[in-house]
């Protein structure tokens, strides 16, 4: 060790006895943050060179944005993520809120419940996908059976339909994520205390205004929470998609991730491949840093409280 | 770049003092190779090509990459820049060339040249593998990716038996057989390769030459061409036959029903025949015949897979890389594999004749011969032998949206595959 000065030997003692304690907290933690900050570094430097099929030196400035902003399928990309954030986001909190009350009421079979509907967060998005495109497909999953039950004008073919396909992956995405939403929401509803729903109760209030007036007010910061947590899946979405439609039909469903794989990847093109990450990156800080100031504000509200 | 540096001369040295050594001493040939083979016919013709070269007293390690081409570049691409490349890897088409680029490749010449290779290989073919006109890879079988696969059951509902030559007959037999009850005379995967197969068949059997021109040589004029147009409209036709069902799932997923005349015709590379016996369908349940061509002659679509060779300083290695080079040259060896995999073999001086090869390959091999002679055997856009793979994919998105959506009109399509063009250069 270089740092053993020419002290007293208590303090040299006490250092040596909280070396495990260093080591274990900051070695992982410098190395992570080394890791993330060096690869967005490198990345954001190979975005503006001329690398195709290798990494190579070079200054090509904006070109490699200016390219990746003209094709459509960056802007298809970032069309269907407006739609599938919002649809992802919004539908899979409500359902995960929906599930999480009717959990509350203290029913029988809590424990088994709450497993089933957290399972789908322990599978893969590639198992999820890939499962989800055999029920959506038209030709063998759900429109088949109900065609075979007799129920032949049936249709359930978002899948193969172009302006529908995006949802066919919100489904999926709620699918494997109400569960974790739930999980967080039940939490918050267990923690809101007993007093504040005693003294509604004397008060008279009906469980529905419980709900809507005492409990759900409380449940704020996880609503924030979880919203976040959900809106960075959406924008990193990927192996649910190449799962489930390929970015098919046509481009009908290409997200920002698949089309960074592709030109990194599929058409070797390492420069434009980091240009789009790089995009990737800001749409995220642009999530990322107005839920960091409020927690910032709210914190700083809560001090001089 | 090549300034000479002491070190360099002193590893030149080293080398030349140690070359001797190595070569007098009898080192067990080892071969470290990636590929995308893993399964199925690919995989079984592979392992076939690795227990010969474990006959022949050498080392085998193959790892494979399961997926397209380009999820095994991945894989090259990360050894190649940890400085550690196989031996040798599977790599096709102008990628051979781009590839060659970014890491030192073996030169084949004296090997080629003593096996008398050269004389034996289509030119065209040969200059793929000769990036700066020296050998790098070496070419080991040949597809034609518009062949047509015909379901026996299918013909037989349609009551037809001939088998179509221009792209009229392909559409008046799709159309019997619409009436005589295959549900979807076209049968198809939704992959984006599946999407660029029916264009490149569609252009190149309207007009080999204005296929040459506008998906080889991206000729701007060729591009906007009337021929581009009719074939944008032969391929509406061909999606209209399709299952629409078929979302992304892959080609061979839809076999049985293909085999039990639910569909009628594929149009594929030969290595939809080594899958069809690999999943236990027999030969007399399909017809394999030339793609359509309005001309009547033939049209061949090429699609070469080849193996490179990447400059490695082990002796076992460089040892394992020379006998590889002799095995996949060997005619015996490209008679097995193409028997395995349902391709025919690069060497045109293979006699098909025997058992072994099926009436299909025999078909190709002479459509092969024939297109070459009439100057109408072209490269396959969409399975990356025309263009580097940046070039393909844009094209590919234009002709994939165009099949998935209706209404884009031929027009319309000739104009984005333009622009997209345009936009990858």
């Known amino acids: 060790m270089s740092h053993a000065a020419p002290s007293p030997a208590r303090p040299l003692f006490a250092g040596l006895k909280r070396l495990p304690e260093f080591l274990v907290i900051w070695v992982p933690l410098l190395l992570s943050a080394g890791h993330v900050v060096v690869f967005t570094a490198w990345t954001t430097w190979i975005s503006f060179t001329p690398s195709t099929l290798v990494p190579v030196d070079g200054w090509v400035g904006w070109r490699n944005y200016t390219n990746v902003l003209a094709t459509r399928n960056w802007k298809i990309a970032f069309d269907n993520l407006l739609i599938f954030g919002a649809g992802f986001v919004i539908l899979t909190a409500l359902v995960g809120l929906l599930l999480a009350i009717i959990i509350d009421q203290r029913i029988r079979g809590e424990n088994v419940l709450r497993s089933i509907f957290l399972y789908p967060m322990a599978v893969s998005f590639v198992v999820t996908g890939t499962v989800w495109s055999w029920l959506l497909n038209p030709g063998m999953g759900i429109q088949k059976l109900v065609n075979d039950w007799g129920w032949t004008s049936f249709r359930f073919d978002w899948l193969i339909d172009r302006d529908m396909a995006i949802w066919t992956i919100v489904i999926a995405g709620i699918w494997q994520s109400s569960g974790f939403a739930m999980a967080l929401f039940l939490a918050g509803l267990r923690s809101v205390e007993a007093d504040l729903i005693k003294a509604a109760q004397i008060d008279g209030a009906g469980p529905v205004r419980i709900y809507t007036r005492v409990i759900l007010p409380t449940l704020w910061p996880i609503v924030i929470a979880v919203m976040v947590i959900l809106l960075q899946f959406a924008i990193k979405t990927f192996d649910l998609v190449r799962a489930l439609t390929g970015g098919g039909p046509g481009l009908a469903t290409q997200l920002p991730a698949l089309v960074v794989y592709d030109f990194m990847f599929q058409r070797g093109h390492l420069g434009r491949g980091s240009a789009a990450a790089v995009l990737m990156l800001l749409t995220l800080l642009g999530v990322l840093l107005p839920y960091g100031a409020w927690k910032y504000y709210q914190r700083r509200r809560d001090a001089r409280a | ?425």
């Open chain 2, 1 to 425: 770049m090549s300034r000479i540096t002491r070190r360099t001369l002193l590893a030149a040295t080293g080398a030349a003092a140690i070359t001797p050594i190595a070569h007098a001493q009898a080192v067990k040939p080892r071969l470290t190779a990636i590929s995308q083979w893993s399964a199925g016919s690919d995989g079984a013709a592979i392992t076939a090509l690795g227990k010969k070269f474990e006959e022949k007293g050498g080392t085998w390690q193959h790892s494979p990459v399961p997926g397209f081409t380009t999820e095994m570049m991945n894989k090259l691409r990360a050894q190649i820049m940890a400085g550690d490349p196989p031996a040798c890897s599977q790599l096709k088409g102008p990628e051979i060339t781009a590839w060659s680029k970014i890491a030192p490749t073996l030169n084949l010449d004296a090997i080629v040249a003593a096996a008398g290779y050269e004389k034996v290989v289509a030119p065209d073919l040969a200059r793929l593998h000769k990036p700066g006109g020296k050998w790098a890879a070496l070419p080991l079988q040949i597809y034609s990716t518009n062949m047509l696969f015909l379901s026996k059951r299918a013909m037989d509902k349609a009551k037809a038996d001939k088998i179509p030559v221009t792209w009229a007959d392909f559409n008046a037999l799709a159309e019997k057989m619409k009436a005589g009850g295959v549900t979807y005379p076209i049968a198809n995967g939704g992959t984006r390769p599946d999407d660029g197969q029916k264009f490149e068949a569609a252009l190149a059997g309207i007009s080999p030459a204005a296929y040459r021109a506008a998906c080889m040589n991206l000729d701007e004029k060729a591009l906007k061409g009337p021929e581009m147009k009719a074939a944008f409209a032969q391929v509406r036709k061909i999606a209209d036959w399709m299952d629409p069902n078929t979302a992304a799932q892959h080609y061979s997923t839809f076999l049985s029903r293909f085999v039990a005349g639910d569909m009628g015709i594929m149009i594929q590379g030969g290595w939809a025949q080594g899958v069809l016996l690999n999943a236990g369908f027999k030969l007399d349940d399909f017809i394999i015949a030339p793609g359509p061509s309005d001309n009547g002659k033939p049209v061949f679509l090429l699609n070469a897979d080849a193996f490179i060779f990447w400059q490695r300083k082990e002796a076992d290695l460089q040892a394992g890389q020379k006998l590889m080079a002799e095995l996949v040259m060997d005619p015996a060896i490209q008679t097995m594999y193409s028997q395995i995999t349902g391709s025919i073999p690069v060497r045109t001086d293979v006699d098909l004749s025997g058992p072994g090869w099926s009436d299909g390959q025999r078909r190709t091999a002479s459509a092969l011969k024939e297109a070459v002679a009439a100057n109408q055997a072209v490269l396959s856009l969409a399975h990356n032998m025309a263009q580097e793979n940046g070039m393909t994919a844009a094209m590919i998105d234009v002709i994939t949206e165009y099949v998935k959506n209706r209404s884009i009109t031929p027009d319309q399509a000739v104009t984005r595959l333009a622009e997209a063009v345009e936009g990858a250069r």
